[in-house]
């Protein structure tokens, strides 16, 4: 099983500032198959970034994927009051899914 | 707009059998893969297993003794059971689509339930 283990577990920021949120991999994964999800309070997560860099459907220029290998990075280059949330990365290898613990991104 | 809705107990005893369905609405649950993936309070994600609308089925391998999906095409659901639950398995059940591209699986999940809570407890 590929461990995701992202840092930090809390990034205290404020609106307008950038954040740059880290998922590492115990092995190397897919670039194809890295996403990462925005989690809100009492909602589903949702999903931001696909194969490592693409935006999904909706999701504003502000949020970019980059990596490969065992090392991958979600920026967000100026931060909306709405971007405060968990978010986390999924990797898809060896026929299973597995997900970071999360990084929790909070108003400083 | 594709729509996933959980259905199910929110209470079951503790080595009983936990039972969801997920059922889909504005797009076609053939041929593609359709997931369950659980979080407890205030925790991370688990992927429970994923299910094709054929019927192949793929679950993780620390759950796999326990866990059991099946689909039903002409009802557009899909369903889990888990068996022997323990307090262990109390969370909140999300059912999850895989995004296809071109008829095949990207393996990321592009639609979400908004989730059900499952709380094992006598």
């Known amino acids: 099983e590929i461990v995701l283990t992202q840092s930090p577990g809390t990034l205290s920021l404020s609106p307008g500032e950038r954040a740059t949120l880290s998922c590492r991999a115990s092995?190397?994964?897919?670039?194809?198959?890295l996403a990462w999800y925005q989690q809100k309070p009492g909602q589903a997560p949702r999903l931001l970034i696909y194969?490592?860099?693409g935006r999904a459907t909706g999701i504003p220029d502000r949020f970019s994927g980059s990596g490969s290998g065992t090392d991958f990075t979600l920026t967000i280059s100026r931060l909306e009051p709405e971007d405060f949330a968990v978010y986390y990365c999924q990797q898809y290898g060896s026929s299973q899914y597995t997900f970071g613990q999360g990084t929790k991104l909070e108003i400083k | 707009q594709v729509q996933l809705q959980e259905s199910g107990p929110g209470l079951v005893k503790p080595s009983q059998t936990l039972s969801l369905t997920c059922t889909v609405s504005?797009?076609?649950?053939?041929?593609?893969?359709w997931s369950w993936i659980r979080q407890p309070a205030g925790k991370g994600l688990e992927w429970i297993g994923h299910?094709?609308?054929?019927?192949?089925?793929n679950y993780n391998p620390s759950l796999k003794s326990r866990v059991t999906m099946s689909v039903d095409t002409s009802k557009d659901q899909f369903s889990l059971k888990l068996t022997s639950v323990t307090a262990a398995d109390t969370a909140m059940y999300y059912c999850a689509r895989v995004t296809m591209l071109r008829g095949f699986p990207q393996w990321y999940f592009d639609y979400w339930g908004q989730g059900t809570l499952v709380t094992v407890s006598s």
């Open positions: 299910i094709y609308s054929s019927g192949n089925t």
């Open positions: 092995q190397s994964v897919s670039t194809s198959y």
């Open positions: 194969g490592a860099s």
């Open positions: 504005g797009g076609s649950i053939i041929a593609y893969f």
